[in-house]
């Protein structure tokens, strides 16, 4: 160092702990964008495949044996929403023996309604035909309902959420650096 350049100015300690809490921030915001990221497309990943699976097992006729409607609750985060679901039961025959279920997709989720005479109207009369797919190596797993895949947005969304939560959450330093802030090491 010459003698005209100045020595560098001590480092603000209030600077230097806004600058750390600003890190601390990133990286668990990346860490938290990882998370959701990793998670929605590993969900992604597996309901996909459970779809493709149901969607080549063989199918059987079945008939409605049970239709009838429940009450339940959807929670938000100001209120509880009372509402009306439906359940139905069906039976079919594979190989000779009866089985029956009530599954009638493969996520369980067939709707609701917000009034039980909604629901009640909307319920299938007793009798009324399906079409069961079920599962070869388990006659007993079935579902009537077969659901579409989802698309390509949320592999695309998850993706990106990976990419910008991993440098978020593991390389904040040589980003701070990078951008100016002075981040040290």
């Not at 199918?59 to 609750?73: E, K, R, W």
């Not at 039980?116 to 069961?132: N, S």
């Not at 190596?137 to 989802?150: C, G, N, Q, T």
């Not at 947005?153 to 990078?178: D, E, K, Q």
Request: with cysteine; net charge neutral.
């Amino acid at each position: 160092m010459d003698e005209t350049t100045p020595p560098p100015p001590p480092d603000d300690p209030a600077a230097s702990k806004q600058r750390e809490k600003g890190m601390r921030d990133t990286r668990f915001f990346g860490i938290m964008l990882l998370c959701i990221g990793a998670f929605v497309l590993y969900d992604t990943v597996t309901y996909n495949k459970t779809q493709a699976a149901t969607a080549t097992w063989p199918t059987t006729p079945g008939s409605l044996y049970y239709a009838d409607v429940y009450q339940g609750t959807i929670h938000h985060k100001h209120y509880d929403a009372k509402v009306y679901r439906q359940n139905l039961g069906y039976s079919y025959i594979v190989d000779g023996k009866q089985y029956s279920s009530n599954h009638i997709n493969s996520i369980d989720d067939d709707g609701y309604w917000y009034t039980d005479q909604d629901a009640r109207d909307a319920l299938p009369a007793i009798g009324t035909a399906y079409t069961v797919h079920y599962d070869p190596a388990v006659p007993s797993r079935s579902v009537v309902k077969l659901l579409p895949m989802r698309g390509w947005y949320t592999y695309i969304s998850s993706t990106v959420a990976i990419a910008i939560g991993i440098p978020l959450a593991f390389f904040t330093r040589r980003i701070y650096a990078f951008l100016g802030k002075g981040a040290g090491g």
